[in-house]
């Protein structure tokens, strides 16, 4: 069981890590006259694969043994015995905290950039995730099956004699995870699959001065927070029913 306010110091500022480095990514390869635009998909998984490794180690350095940076990872733990549904919340809300002042930084740190970007839903895009095809069964669908994924793969890293990894090793696993799933899984939705990642973003992009940002896509905004919990959910019924040793 997890205990102490130190969990939610970890894994505030290991968010707040996660969303500098992964929205940083997306800044790089979008904002007009940013040295690295047209970088690619392969860039972005890159990205946000080790933005998940640095978050981990930022997250458990500062206190929080389990280093989620995740609700929906959080809620898995939650229904496994680590945590108790009020540390659920709590965890949660500083995550989504974490995310909103880890996107103002990147605000910050390209700020002469925003007024000299045309698209607003370019803008956006650097914040938050958005379908390539807008279909709300099919968008919160793929974010299920790519949180389950996530989450389940996470289990079975951590257990069995493989799971025997050299200590501090496993950061790098799960950030090369999040590579995979963004290669192979992330192009109808983004792979938000952290309700954190999307909405503390998102809330970041609807209260920060950005020069012609447009709107933040509230109608969508709900899959991306919703989708990875219920992914999280499923990968915990899978797991159970496998026999798993939580």
Same mark, same amino acid.
């Given at each position: 069981?997890?205990?102490?306010?130190?969990?939610?110091?970890?894994?505030?500022?290991?968010?707040?890590?996660?969303?500098?480095?992964?929205?940083?990514?997306?800044?790089?390869?979008?904002?007009?006259?940013?040295?690295?635009?047209?970088?690619? =998909? $392969?860039? *972005? &998984?890159?990205?946000?694969?080790?933005?998940? @490794?640095? +978050?981990?180690?930022? /997250?458990?350095?500062?206190?929080?043994? %389990?280093? #989620?940076?995740?609700? /929906?990872?959080?809620?898995?733990?939650?229904?496994?015995?680590?945590?108790?549904?009020? %540390?659920? *919340?709590?965890? !949660?809300?500083? %995550?989504?905290?974490? +995310? *909103?002042?880890?996107?103002? *930084?990147?605000?910050?740190?390209?700020?002469?950039?925003?007024?000299?970007?045309?698209?607003?839903?370019?803008?956006?895009?650097?914040?938050?995730?958005?379908? &390539?095809?807008?279909?709300?069964?099919?968008?919160?669908?793929?974010? @299920?099956?790519?949180?389950?994924?996530?989450?389940?793969?996470?289990?079975?890293?951590?257990?069995?004699?493989?799971? /025997?990894?050299?200590?501090?090793?496993?950061?790098?696993?799960?950030?090369?995870?999040?590579?995979?799933?963004?290669?192979?899984?992330?192009?109808?939705?983004?792979?938000?699959?952290?309700?954190?990642? #999307?909405?503390?973003?998102?809330? &970041?992009?609807? $209260?920060?001065?950005?020069?012609?940002?447009?709107? !933040?896509?509230?109608?969508? &905004? =709900? $899959?991306?927070?919703?989708?990875?919990?219920?992914?999280?959910?499923?990968?915990?019924?899978?797991? !159970? /029913?496998?026999?798993?040793?939580?």
């Amino acid at each position: 069981m997890v205990t102490g306010s130190e969990n939610l110091f970890g894994e505030f500022f290991g968010t707040l890590v996660l969303v500098v480095f992964g929205c940083g990514v997306c800044a790089n390869l979008t904002l007009t006259k940013s040295k690295g635009v047209g970088g690619g =998909w $392969i860039c *972005i &998984a890159f990205g946000w694969g080790l933005a998940v @490794t640095l +978050g981990v180690f930022t /997250a458990t350095t500062l206190g929080a043994p %389990q280093g #989620d940076l995740n609700p /929906a990872v959080t809620l898995a733990k939650t229904l496994a015995g680590v945590y108790t549904f009020g %540390q659920f *919340i709590m965890t !949660s809300l500083v %995550q989504i905290l974490g +995310g *909103i002042v880890g996107a103002a *930084i990147v605000w910050l740190a390209y700020l002469p950039h925003w007024s000299e970007t045309p698209d607003p839903a370019a803008k956006l895009g650097i914040f938050s995730t958005a379908p &390539a095809i807008r279909n709300a069964a099919a968008n919160f669908l793929t974010e @299920t099956i790519a949180t389950f994924f996530l989450m389940f793969v996470i289990w079975m890293i951590f257990s069995g004699p493989v799971g /025997a990894m050299v200590p501090g090793y496993g950061p790098y696993i799960v950030g090369m995870l999040i590579v995979a799933l963004g290669l192979s899984l992330g192009g109808p939705t983004g792979y938000a699959m952290n309700p954190a990642r #999307d909405l503390g973003p998102r809330i &970041a992009h609807a $209260i920060l001065p950005i020069p012609g940002k447009g709107g !933040s896509d509230w109608g969508y &905004a =709900w $899959i991306p927070v919703f989708a990875p919990l219920c992914g999280a959910l499923l990968a915990y019924l899978v797991a !159970s /029913a496998c026999g798993f040793p939580f």
